[in-house]
């Protein structure tokens, strides 16, 4: 996005940075977005609700926190400390939201659902 084309040094910088980044995000999810996401969604959702709109709750709240903070990384990494941050900021989380949103809730979760339904359905059916 803000190197306006898409060129095999693209690349090669996000697969260089990509382990630093890995890193903050995973930091910021366990330490920031699961508190936050799990706050929120439980004032929307129940306890007693159905078990899928209580995910979605979730995942929605961990989109809405994760997306502002590593949106802020990667302008803070692409554009550097300028004037113009926080106007470079917002675009970014607009565009980032668009794609975020939707994979996590069409795929990502759902792909993780099927994949941790399967792997622990023998051990629950033993039980």
């Not at 929307?44 to 809405?64: E, M, N, Y």
């Amino acid at each position: 996005i803000h190197t306006g084309e898409l060129q095999a040094a693209t690349f090669k910088h996000a697969l260089h940075s990509f382990p630093l980044e890995w890193f903050i995000g995973l930091l910021c999810a366990f330490f920031i977005a699961t508190k936050t996401s799990k706050y929120f969604a439980f004032r929307v959702a129940k306890p007693t609700d159905r078990p899928i709109f209580i995910i979605l709750c979730i995942q929605t709240f961990t989109v809405c926190t994760m997306v502002p903070l590593m949106s802020l990384l990667g302008t803070i990494e692409s554009s550097g400390i300028t004037s113009n941050l926080i106007f470079i900021w917002l675009q970014t989380i607009c565009l980032n939201f668009i794609m975020a949103y939707p994979l996590q809730i069409l795929v990502v979760g759902s792909f993780c659902r099927f994949i941790f339904r399967h792997l622990f359905a023998s051990t629950n059916q033993g039980n």
